[in-house]
C-alpha cells in the first residue's frame, strides 16, 4: 500500500515540476524542508475555487488560445447571427485564419464583403484566439477524379460547351 503511495505522491509532483518549470529534486526538497515552518491558518493556504485552479492550469499549460479558438468555433452562431449560421459552417483553424465553407458562391461573395465587421466583432469578443483573417469557401466544384485510377489532366473539356 505504502508504495502505491509514494508513486501517486512522486507523479503528483513531477506533473506540478513540468506545470511550473522548475526541475524537481527530492534531494533538494529533503534539503530545503525545515521542520516546524508551516503554519497552519497562514496566507497562501486557503482553499481555491475549481474555476482558478482551472485558470491557473490553462494559463501555465499554454492552452488558452486552443480554448478560446474552440469557443469561438462552438458559439459561431452567436457571433454572426442565426441567419448567416443556417449558411455557413466552420471548417477549421490554419495558422491565424478562421476558415469557413458556404452553402453558395452568393454567400461566400457577400460574407467576403463583410469579412472587416465579422473580423473586428471576432477581434473584440475572442482576443485570445489569436485569429487574424477569415477565409470564406464557396461550394466544392464537381471532381473528375473517381477512383484510385483516374488520368491526370484537367477532365474532359467538352462538357460544359
Not at 502505491?4 to 509532483?13: G, W
Not at 529533503?30 to 475555487?49: C, L, N
Not at 469578443?125 to 485569429?131: S, V
Request: proline letters at 6%.
Amino acid at each position: 500500500m505504502s508504495e502505491r503511495i509514494s508513486f501517486a505522491s512522486e507523479a503528483y509532483i513531477h506533473a506540478k515540476s513540468l506545470w511550473s518549470g522548475k526541475r524537481y529534486s527530492a534531494m533538494a526538497a529533503r534539503r530545503r524542508k525545515v521542520d516546524g515552518t508551516s503554519i497552519p491558518y497562514a496566507k497562501g493556504r486557503d482553499p481555491k475555487s475549481i474555476a482558478a485552479v482551472l485558470e491557473t492550469m490553462t494559463k501555465d499549460m499554454g492552452w488558452g488560445e486552443q480554448l478560446s479558438q474552440t469557443t469561438l468555433i462552438v458559439e459561431w452562431p452567436t457571433l454572426v447571427g442565426k441567419d448567416i449560421a443556417e449558411h455557413t459552417e466552420v471548417v477549421g483553424i490554419t495558422g491565424k485564419k478562421l476558415e469557413i465553407q458556404c452553402d453558395s458562391t452568393a454567400w461566400a461573395t457577400q460574407l467576403r464583403r463583410m469579412r472587416h465587421q465579422i473580423v473586428t466583432k471576432l477581434l473584440e469578443q475572442y482576443p485570445e484566439a489569436g485569429i487574424e483573417d477569415i477565409l470564406f469557401r464557396g461550394p466544392h466544384t464537381p471532381s473528375w477524379r473517381h477512383g484510385p485510377r483516374s488520368v491526370p489532366g484537367r477532365g474532359p473539356r467538352d462538357t460544359y460547351g
